[in-house]
């Protein structure tokens, strides 16, 4: 099994700043003691539960651990809603500030959404079900900090534990077999190579690389890849925690650029800014694009749709031979409990349940990166083997970085929309940046 992530909590380095939210009076921490496990006292429950997990493998794996919940505890039922990351992102926040919130909810990490519903005394903190139930010692340290925020919201990566992830994550590169083969090419050992091979899928008529971008957040992975050739993974993590440089600093802007470079020499699909992200498989399994850029979310979906034929690798180096660069990742979005939640102890069971060995077995069945260490389950298709070996790599080896919108409560929408309008060749990479950077600027000011 892969070695835990300790190497990852040396990235997080405590960063005040000011999030958005009301002056709500904050969750009382219950003692440990008054915690109570046997769910059947709680009578009739019905549990509602916020997810993102759409696509096939990730609602899969949902809809089976909710089964086997229901299964354990038949007196709780779950009422899931299932929303685009999107989609939840955009109504998460409004729907805690109301009368009947749901009661568990995946709530991104970072300033935009969780370090933001922690201010605003809307999520429960789980210390006291901590010590009941061990969630931190169940997770590498490095996911337990990334989900970990201070009560005032003002520092991430320290403070009360407040989500439980199910998964991992690290942004690496998918390929066609067969089309590479065509092409009569093997996988690339280097970035130079790589972008070699986009030259010539693109002269012989494929697609380089499939990229659907309409919601944005898609091209932050392209500029994550990007910014682990011509960034360490040092700087990277003090410009995302606001402990230095600039997001128009000459390596960022570099990346920038190149990402640029491949929609002008049309590497990405013309008509990527009007493609729907959760869309890519179907396309990519279809034959449009040689590589696909993403994370393991995308696993499950390519495999039972392609088979033998997709494989996954991490970014390579600049040149075969030198170190393994950076890529963004880390814990997939963890489970939350609201702070209006009629029955925080069913919730907590189910947070509990949810991230047992026995649901990692579950998530490795279905496809997925489990957060945590499995009952007994291993990836059986080459494309599970090879996002687990990845994810392991990247681990190991230390070169996960954050992902980038955790900067400031905006950054989601700010980088995004600003890496929209440059690969639409709307904005320079300089003018890009320089939007992204006053967004910055402007949070870091707050501190």
């Known amino acids: ?12 380095i405590a960063v005040s700043a000011c999030a958005p939210g009301s002056n709500n009076p904050k969750p009382e921490q219950k003692p440990p003691s008054a915690v109570e496990t046997d ?5 009739p429950v019905t549990l509602t539960v916020w997810d993102q997990e759409v696509l096939g493998g990730q609602n899969e794996q949902m809809q089976k651990l909710n089964a086997a919940f229901h299964a354990k505890y038949p007196n709780v039922t779950i009422k899931r809603v299932s929303r685009s990351f999107s989609d939840l992102e955009k109504t998460l926040r409004l729907a805690l500030s ?41 997770f590498p340290a490095g996911v337990s900090q990334l989900n970990s925020v201070t009560s005032d919201g003002k520092t991430i990566g320290s403070g009360s534990l407040y989500g439980v992830s199910m998964t991992g994550e690290a942004v690496g590169i998918y390929y066609n077999t067969d089309k590479l083969a065509k092409l009569g090419l093997q996988p690339p050992t280097s970035f130079s190579q790589f972008e070699q091979d986009l030259a010539l899928a693109k002269s012989k008529g494929e697609t380089p690389i499939y990229f659907a971008n309409l919601e944005k957040f898609p091209a932050i992975h392209e500029l994550g890849v990007l910014l ?51 869309d890519s498989p179907s396309a990519f399994a279809k034959g449009d694009g040689v590589f696909l850029i993403g994370g393991p979310w995308f696993a499950a979906d390519l495999q039972k749709k392609m088979g033998d034929k997709v494989r996954f690798m991490l970014p390579p180096p600049p040149q075969a031979g030198q170190a393994q660069p950076s890529t963004l990742g880390g814990p997939g ?19 509990n349940f949810m991230t047992s060995p026995q649901a990692m077995d579950v998530v490795v069945q279905t496809g997925g990166l489990p957060s945590a260490k499995p009952a007994s389950a ?20 230390d070169l996960l970085v954050p992902y980038l919108d955790y900067s400031t409560t905006t950054f989601l929408d700010t980088l995004g929309g600003a890496l929209q309008e440059i690969i639409a060749g709307r904005k320079t990479p300089q003018q890009g940046m320089a939007i992204a950077q006053r967004d910055y600027s402007d949070f870091l000011a707050k501190k």
């Open 378 to 397: 291993t990836p059986s298709s080459p494309v599970g083997r090879d996002v687990f070996e990845a994810y392991r790599t990247a681990s190991d080896k």
């Open 98 to 138: 109301g009368d009947n919130p749901p009661d568990v909810v995946e709530a991104n990490q970072g300033y935009g959404i969780m370090a933001a519903l922690v201010k605003a005394g809307a999520l429960t903190p789980l210390d006291a079900y901590d010590k009941v139930y061990g969630f931190r010692n169940r």
């Open 39 to 43: 769910i059947a006292k709680a009578g």
């Open 1 to 12: 099994m892969r070695k835990p992530i300790v190497t990852i909590a040396t990235m997080l």
């Open 333 to 351: 979005l963890p489970l939350a409990i609201t702070a209006k939640s009629k029955h925080p102890d069913v919730a907590a069971a189910y947070l």
């Open 228 to 278: 682990g050739q011509t960034s360490d993974k040092g700087t990277l993590r003090n410009l995302v925690f606001g402990q230095g440089g600039a997001w128009t600093d000459p390596p960022v802007v570099q990346a920038a650029q190149k990402l640029a470079g491949w929609a002008k020499n049309g590497y990405l699909p013309r008509t990527a800014n009007a493609g729907k992200y959760n």
